[in-house]
């Protein structure tokens, strides 16, 4: 099946810093979603981006599809960016319809 | 609020016990996905349904089975419950299948004493 690797696996920042997370996948993807999970467990979705460049606020990301990578910018971070960031995908050639596959996340800390 | 509910929130119980998740879709997705997250295993894919039909199975234990309704809400039901089966238990709907956003559920915890 699919690989994603995700890096780096912890991300420690002060309050204000910049940060860009990295999501790497093996083969072809239709989809690719980005989340946040915070400390309460629940499962933010920040994307919806299989190939292409979006901006939210402070957030942004970019998949370049040929190259099987995406990027996800966080300009002047926040304390409330904490939590784990997930890269998860959706192989393209696979044969389960719709199930994503998750990357081993990205923790990040903000400390003020 | 992805629109997404799933009950109860949290669920303690013991083991060799059987128990019931249930969840609601978004107004309109037709597919409703299961997925766990433990320490051990990270999150992963369980089973999915599409318009009240199996679509997909993961890594789901044969303990472990599901069911979309006429009404499309789903449940999962976990039996003979083991300590290794305390996770979260996540639900997600899309509109339709494969390239489509999953929106997720805030997740029902399990936890097996």
């Known amino acids: 099946g699919i690989q994603v690797e995700q890096s780096p696996p912890d991300l420690i920042l002060q309050e204000g810093a910049n940060s860009t997370l990295r999501c790497n996948f093996s083969?072809?993807?239709?989809?690719l979603q980005w989340f946040h999970q915070n400390p309460w467990g629940q499962l933010i979705n920040l994307f919806y981006i299989p190939s292409g460049t979006k901006q939210n606020g402070r957030l942004s990301a970019t998949t370049v599809a040929t190259e099987r990578y995406s990027l996800l910018y966080i300009s002047s971070s926040q304390t409330t960016d904490s939590g784990v960031y997930f890269c998860?995908?959706?192989?393209?050639?696979?044969?389960?319809?719709?199930?994503?596959?998750f990357g081993q996340g990205t923790i990040l800390t903000v400390h003020p | 609020d992805s629109g997404v509910t799933q009950t109860p929130k949290h669920l303690i119980t013991a083991t060799g016990q059987r128990v019931t998740l249930r969840c609601s879709p978004r107004s309109g997705d037709l597919s409703v996905y299961w997925y766990q997250q433990s320490l051990d295993q990270g999150l992963q894919f369980l089973i999915q349904?599409?318009?009240?039909?199996?679509?997909a199975k993961g890594n789901i234990l044969e303990r472990f089975s599901a069911q979309q309704f006429p009404d499309l809400h789903s449940e999962l039901n976990l039996s003979s419950l083991e300590l290794g089966d305390s996770a979260l238990y996540f639900c997600?709907?899309?509109?339709?299948?494969?390239?489509?956003?999953?929106?997720f559920g805030d997740g029902t915890r399990l936890s097996i004493l």
């Open positions: 997600a709907s899309s509109v339709s299948g494969e390239g489509f956003t999953q929106h």
């Open positions: 083969d072809s993807v239709n989809n």
């Open positions: 349904y599409y318009n009240g039909e199996e679509r």
């Open positions: 998860a995908v959706h192989s393209a050639g696979g044969t389960s319809y719709g199930k994503l596959t």
